[in-house]
């Protein structure tokens, strides 16, 4: 049985998975440190996955993408301390021959990838991937190639750069206000980044699906903030909270060598 562990490094949270097959029977999301040595990414991994159904020993396969270069090797080398398989990291070189049509395929991040994998591997020969994280990301596959996409500051990144820049406001918890307009500075707020937000990201996969010709691309929400966001609009069709970690699992099992 193909056991493999999978890890996704974003800049604010890691997501650690394990797959049995095709079946994830552990997952774990921790905050990524900016800074960290191998010891201490190899005691917090090694507990996680001890104190989890899969026996370190039973992990055949291991995977890694990473946003953040610092931190990659540590986590190569943490997991290299206590478990066996030799670890793969997604890059442009072992992506499944997936083409990438990008002026420089060195510089798509590898969670970029992977998502294009995964749907690929789902079936799909034209949709995107919308990872809304630290990062909002859509990543488009047309044609079974990864076409490029978009970049724009998430909702906790635009809250963070707000809330710092203008001393006045207060820093708030994200939940939905009642109404558009409020009557209070917290839910103006909320209302300027949440609403604002889901229009932006209703305008932007407008303006992608008119460059694709179509207005029937399935459209697959990812990462921490999706189904807060889903809830709202009809503009995300699908939701795969593993979708990330499934294109590592790919690479890890079949990932071909440059």
């Known amino acids: 049985m193909n056991i493999v562990l999978c890890v996704d490094i974003g800049n ?28 201490e990414i ?8 001890q104190a989890s159904s899969v026996s370190p020993a039973k992990i055949t396969h291991i995977g890694i993408a ?16 206590f478990l066996a398989p030799q670890v793969e990291v997604l890059s442009e070189q072992n992506c499944l ?3 990438i049509d990008y002026e420089t395929p060195s510089a798509v991040g590898s969670d970029r990838l992977a998502n294009a994998i995964a ?12 990872d809304l994280g630290t990062a909002t990301t859509f990543d488009i596959l047309e044609n079974g190639r990864f076409r490029g996409g978009v970049i724009l500051p998430g909702i906790s990144s635009s ?6 820049k203008a001393i006045r406001l207060p820093e708030i918890s994200i939940e939905w206000p009642e109404n558009f307009i409020a009557q209070n500075t917290e839910d103006a707020i909320r209302s300027g980044i949440l609403f604002g937000f889901l229009g932006q990201l209703e305008y932007v996969l407008n303006g992608i699906q008119k460059e ?3 207005e029937k691309v399935p459209v ?26 499934k294109g590592i699992q790919l690479v890890a099992l079949q990932g071909e060598k440059p």
Request: no cysteine.
């Open 12 to 39: 604010s949270h890691t997501v650690m998975g394990i797959y049995e097959e095709s079946r994830i029977v552990e997952h774990w999301r921790i905050t990524t440190p900016r800074i960290a040595t191998s010891d």
């Open 42 to 49: 190899y005691l917090r991994a090694q507990a996680l996955i």
């Open 66 to 81: 990473s946003v953040v270069p610092s931190l990659e090797r540590v986590w190569v080398k943490a997991l290299n301390k």
């Open 97 to 99: 021959g997936l083409p």
């Open 119 to 130: 749907l690929k591997h789902e079936g799909y020969e034209t949709a995107i991937a919308l």
């Open 159 to 164: 809250l963070e750069v707000l809330t710092e």
């Open 212 to 214: 694709l010709g179509t």
């Open 220 to 245: 697959v929400a990812t990462g921490g903030w999706a189904t807060m966001l889903g809830e709202r609009t009809p503009a995300l069709n699908h939701f795969d909270p593993f979708l990330t970690i």
